[in-house]
């Protein structure tokens, strides 16, 4: 089956510093991967998709310009926590679209990495 | 807007009992409808989508446009299948999921 990998799993940093989360579908080419935000006890949040080649589309609230997104590669998307503070701690996951048949791409979610920001 | 409500949290049953975790939505179009789990310390996996209406590990689901409801079935609750829920809506195209809080499934022996 597909196959999506994050890393790391797990970053404590400073505040004040940036931390990049890479996820990579190991299997595949995926031209859409889509970034999430979860919260303890919460449900997963969108906060943005990440096209090959293009720019990330940012869902209403998210900083684009605190949150990098770079989809450099059919293969990975790297998302940047820019001065990252405490407020930013919390579970980011993220998943890429294979393409399937017909018009059905179906999602698959990498591990998830857990940031700390002390 | 699209909107995905799971209104139980946790979700506590029995061994051998039936299952129903229930889902509403709310969108205007025609949604793809689908159910994701997560056990224990694993990744987000598809259980299952109603365009395929096929059952995976007992569970089924039928989506009722009518009511606006995808609730998650199982007549025969087993341990393993106590988990995190999540039932998930979304636009047709390669567009993103919405998902819903989650019900935690506890199947106690």
């Known amino acids: 089956g597909a196959v999506v990998s994050q890393h790391p799993s797990r970053v404590i940093c400073k505040s004040g510093t940036s931390v990049k989360i890479e996820c990579r579908s190991l299997?595949?080419?995926?031209?859409?991967m889509f970034w999430y935000r979860q919260f303890p006890k919460q449900s997963l949040m969108l906060m943005a998709t990440?096209?090959?080649?293009?720019?990330?589309?940012?869902e209403q609230g998210v900083e684009k310009d605190k949150f990098l997104i770079n989809h450099a590669s059919l293969t990975l998307s790297t998302l940047t926590v820019t001065s990252a503070h405490p407020e930013d701690s919390s579970f980011y996951i993220c998943?890429?679209?294979?393409?399937?048949?017909?018009?059905?791409?179906?999602?698959?979610f990498g591990p998830g990495t857990r940031l700390t920001v002390l | 807007a699209q909107r995905v409500t799971q209104p139980e949290k946790l979700l506590s049953v029995f061994k051998g009992a039936p299952v129903e975790l229930k889902c509403n939505y709310s969108y205007s179009g025609s949604p793809e409808l689908f159910w994701y789990v997560q056990y224990s310390r694993q990744r987000l996996q598809l259980l299952l989508r109603h365009i395929s209406r096929e059952s995976i590990k007992g569970f089924t689901a039928d989506l009722n446009k009518g009511e606006t409801s995808f609730h998650l079935k199982k007549p025969f609750a087993q341990e393993e299948d106590s988990a995190m829920y999540y039932c998930a809506l979304k636009r047709s195209g390669n567009t993103p999921l919405v998902f819903g809080k989650g019900t935690r499934l506890s199947v106690i022996a």
């Open positions: 998943s890429a679209t294979r393409p399937g048949q017909g018009t059905y791409n179906e999602q698959f």
């Open positions: 299997d595949f080419q995926a031209t859409t």
């Open positions: 990440s096209n090959e080649g293009s720019k990330a589309t940012y």
